[in-house]
Nanobody
Framework: QVQLVESGGGLVQAGGSLRLSCAAS????????MGWFRQAPGQEREFVAA????????YYAASAKGRFTISRDNAKNTVYLQMNSLKPEDTAVYYC???????????????????WGQGTQVTVSS
């Protein structure tokens, strides 16, 4: 089992920045790609960004590209999401997720992820 705990959410004004963290514990050696997803009220969960096991490869949703940066520190078993130039439409609960298959593909499909955190709220005011 792998446990994921997100932190770093909060209330920020449009144009501001936040850095989310996702701390993994348990059988972290069984995980490969990590991803961030978000879900706004009344909407489906959507992909934000993903990173491979080494951290050398990243993949972003169009809405995140150029504004968000995903990174990981394997020594700390932590994945980060740096979010800059935030917009009100970025308001959502942000979830961290981990995959146990070694394939770096279909990164935007939530069903391909095996473990999920409880989420952290990000609210961007206009």
């Amino acid at each position: 089992q792998v446990q994921l705990v997100e932190s770093g959410g909060g209330l920020v004004q449009a144009g501001g920045s936040l850095r989310l963290s996702c701390a993994a514990s348990g059988r972290t050696s069984s995980t490969y790609a990590m991803g961030w997803f978000r879900q706004a009220p009344g909407q489906e969960r959507e992909f934000v960004a993903a990173i491979n096991r080494s951290g050398a490869a990243t993949y972003y949703a169009a809405s995140a590209k150029g504004r968000f940066t995903i990174s990981r520190d394997n020594a700390k078993n932590t994945v980060y999401l740096q979010m800059n130039s935030l917009k009100p439409e970025d308001t959502a609960v942000y979830y961290c997720a981990a995959r146990t298959d070694p394939f770096y593909s279909s990164l935007n499909y939530s069903r391909r992820y095996d473990y999920w955190g409880q989420g952290t709220q990000v609210t961007v005011s206009s």
